[in-house]
């Protein structure tokens, strides 16, 4: 459960640079709802408005330790602005933020002024567009007319077309789109994902307690989930081949990811805004819900961004599951909704301590998509862990599968995936790519989209491994990001510089060529640039990878230590040779469980960390440096059952997403598993015993739908083990 206390740093500004607009929009929050405050703010932002704010903002990035922030360019219509302010803007900020952080510029814009000059200073600043669209013609003239009341639909196409072009396509980021239940979902998606955007946004509009919002003709208690679930419904037939902000945030909470928007999910939120006059304000949205509402009282030209962070209403975005109603915090689905969005909660009888105005139709949203994703058949994962390791490797090759959708096109990444296929197609290149896939740090590579270049350095460094691995002869050049070239499995090469590479696998072994012309041969004996990884033999075991130098290694709830040095790295593995010397005594038996732990890659902590699973729980090991053979075989069985619980998440649905049945399986596998680490005689084992009791019971409780048949199973097999455990004297 997400729970906030209100310190997160302000990493997003809404800069107001026009507050005038071209439009007439019946629903704009600015203009049509309570608050007022744009007709006594300047039309334009002044220069040393801009100059102050970017210096301040530069000032708390690096105060802070931020390493990217993002500004937005907004209005009002920002585009009025006009492109020689706007380059202006662009290059006050991203001088301010050089060297301090990376610097994300965005506009939000309707597109009616859209021109060559706006998009050539957005290509210089490397600027993404967002425009709004309501849908087809109908849809968006319901609501978006210009100031003399005509259709705003062609003109705003006519600036899609511009931003498609291929000189500009790279700055589009995407749609945005008001809900009107009165507005076909279907004719409104197909209409725009047909633009091919990168992105869609449904926002549902803006609406409190004291002015809901209008509900439609079909008297439906949950009209805009009935909207969006025909749009999810229509999206997933067309493959989900454009993101849906909503559908994504929705479909990570419920599998345990993080929020994917402030509108949804707990996480607090990070933005602040400066008007056009260098006001500080809250989130625009609270605009909706009565004069003044987003007001701080503070100015750039006397305040900071530290003292806006701890405004008490921007610390009000901040609290997470605090921060909501009672009513909100004993709902399932809370961590999906997570309250909806802070304006649509107000009434003026009990201001913001309130569900959203949207609350029936968010629970039903979640419900639907919910119900919508859930497999229902019984998994071969869940009865044998052959099985689970074969699904765990599927799930690896789709999600490789997706980052190819996702990266096609780019021509460092085409020859990587040209040479993936290539060791696919062959038995033994295919079995050392699954073998260097299924590394943990690999998998959590996988499962976070980078930028290309990165993406694509990233998996070429996979298949040169995996053809060093298979003695395939291979090819392969890219754009090397930094100095350290880590090959997953195998080990780190220190370059002179990033830039260029060129490896090539042959019978020789392994040749790295920088831009330079340099050559470096790698193999098994380490040199001044190469370090290889170390893998411990130990019998009657898999060899078992130390991997203290992977730059994404540090998965762990505890910090990780350090490339060892020798004598340090001969000490630990001594470490682990006696532990699983200590583990081997116990016999076969004790890896013929499904529930032993099997280890792709362990990892040295630092000393006092103990023994820990990787956060996702998927083949990482994170080890003390200082850790005691018999505790670390001690942990083995508790772990095993955490490792096993979320592989099976991982490539299964044990039940429907969001409800109380996978907090329940958690609490039965941990209960059981502390059983074997306390033992059945101690009273840490008894009570361990009966939390899992507990569990269970409150599991046969649930509705029959709650679990899937895997579910099912595996609830079973836990309750035939803890009937058996708690029959011991």
């Not at 994917?260 to 056009?276: F, H, I, K, N």
């Not at 609270?286 to 003292?307: I, M, N, R, S």
């Not at 994170?622 to 095993?640: C, H, I, S, T």
Request: glycine share 8%; aromatic share 6%; hydrophobic share 40%.
């Amino acid at each position: 459960m997400t729970v906030s206390t209100g310190d997160h740093p302000l990493q997003q500004l809404v800069l107001k640079i026009h507050s005038r607009c071209d439009l007439a929009c019946d629903h704009c929050y600015v203009y049509e709802h309570a608050d007022k405050s744009w007709k006594t703010r300047p039309v334009v932002i002044g220069e040393d408005t801009v100059r102050r704010t970017a210096a301040r903002f530069a000032a708390y990035a690096r105060d802070h330790g931020l390493s990217s922030v993002t500004v937005i360019l907004h209005g009002g219509e920002p585009l009025l602005a006009g492109p020689a302010r706007l380059r202006s803007i662009c290059a006050e900020f991203s001088s301010a933020l050089e060297g301090v952080a990376e610097l994300e510029l965005k506009i939000h814009t309707n597109g009616m002024q859209l021109s060559r000059r706006h998009l050539d200073v957005f290509r210089e600043y490397g600027v993404l567009v967002s425009v709004s669209l309501d849908g087809d013609r109908a849809a968006n003239d319901r609501h978006r007319l210009d100031r003399r009341y005509r259709s705003s639909y062609h003109r705003v196409l006519r600036a899609i077309d511009l931003l498609r072009t291929e000189e500009y396509r790279h700055l589009f980021g995407g749609l945005l789109c008001t809900v009107d239940v009165a507005n076909d979902p279907v004719v409104v998606h197909d209409t725009l994902s047909a633009l091919a955007p990168p992105r869609i946004d449904y926002l549902l509009p803006h609406s409190t307690w004291d002015t809901p919002p209008p509900r439609g003709a079909s008297g439906s208690a949950t009209p805009y989930a009935d909207w969006l679930l025909a749009v999810f419904d229509r999206w997933t037939e067309q493959g989900r081949k454009v993101r849906v902000r909503t559908f994504d945030s929705v479909l990570s909470t419920l599998r345990g990811g993080p929020s994917l928007t402030e509108a949804m999910g707990l996480a607090p939120s990070d933005l602040a805004v400066v008007e056009t006059d260098g006001s500080f304000e809250q989130v625009d949205s609270l605009k909706t819900a009565y004069d003044g509402a987003p007001a701080t009282g503070y100015h750039v030209d006397h305040h900071t961004f530290e003292q806006v962070a701890r405004h008490p209403g921007v610390q009000a975005r901040q609290r997470g599951l605090l921060g909501l109603s009672e009513t909100c915090r004993a709902c399932p689905v809370v961590e999906s909704c997570g309250g909806g969005l802070y304006a649509h909660r107000y009434s003026s009888e009990r201001e913001f301590d309130n569900p959203s105005v949207f609350c029936a139709d968010l629970r039903a949203l979640v419900d639907g998509i919910a119900e919508r994703i859930t497999d229902r058949s019984l998994s071969p994962a869940v009865l044998d862990p052959a099985a689970l390791r074969f699904a765990r490797q599927e799930l690896d090759r789709t999600l490789l599968a997706y980052a190819n959708e996702r990266l096609a096109g780019h021509p460092d990444w085409d020859a990587t995936w040209l040479a993936l296929l290539r060791l696919d197609a062959d038995r033994t290149g295919a079995e050392h790519l699954n073998r260097v896939l299924s590394h943990p740090y690999l998998r959590a590579a996988l499962r976070h989209a980078e930028a290309a270049h990165v993406t694509a350095a990233r998996f070429a460094r996979v298949a040169v491994a995996a053809a060093v691995h298979a003695h395939a002869p291979l090819r392969l050049a890219w754009e090397q990001p930094d100095r350290e070239l880590h090959l997953p499995t195998l080990g780190t090469l220190t370059l002179p510089a990033p830039g260029r590479v060129a490896a090539e696998v042959s019978a020789r072994g392994l040749d790295v060529r920088t831009e330079d012309g340099t050559r470096h041969t790698v193999g098994d004996q380490p040199s001044e640039v190469w370090r290889p990884l170390t893998v411990l033999k130990v019998a009657a075991t898999e060899p078992l990878l130390i991997d203290d130098a992977d730059p994404r290694r540090a998965v762990y709830p505890a910090p990780v230590t350090g490339p060892l040095d020798p004598d340090e790295l001969a000490a630990f593995r001594e470490r682990l040779r006696t532990a699983y010397e200590l583990r081997a005594e116990r016999g076969p038996e004790a890896d013929d469980d499904r529930n032993a732990l099997r280890v792709d890659a362990v990892t040295p902590l630092v000393a006092g960390a103990g023994v820990l699973l990787a956060v996702d729980g998927l083949g990482g090991l994170g080890v003390a440096v200082d850790v005691e053979p018999a505790a670390f075989v001690r942990e083995l069985p508790r772990l095993g059952r955490r490792a096993r619980l979320a592989a099976l998440r991982a490539t299964t649905d044990l039940h429907v997403p969001g409800n109380q049945a996978g907090r329940l399986l958690t609490e039965a596998v941990d209960g059981l598993g502390d059983v074997a680490y306390w033992g059945r005689g101690t009273p840490e084992g008894r009570r361990s015993l009966a939390r899992a009791g507990r569990a269970l019971a409150a599991l046969d409780g649930l509705p029959d739908r709650d679990l899937t048949e895997s579910g099912e199973v595996l609830a079973a097999e836990l309750r035939a083990e803890w009937t058996t455990i708690a029959g011991q004297p």
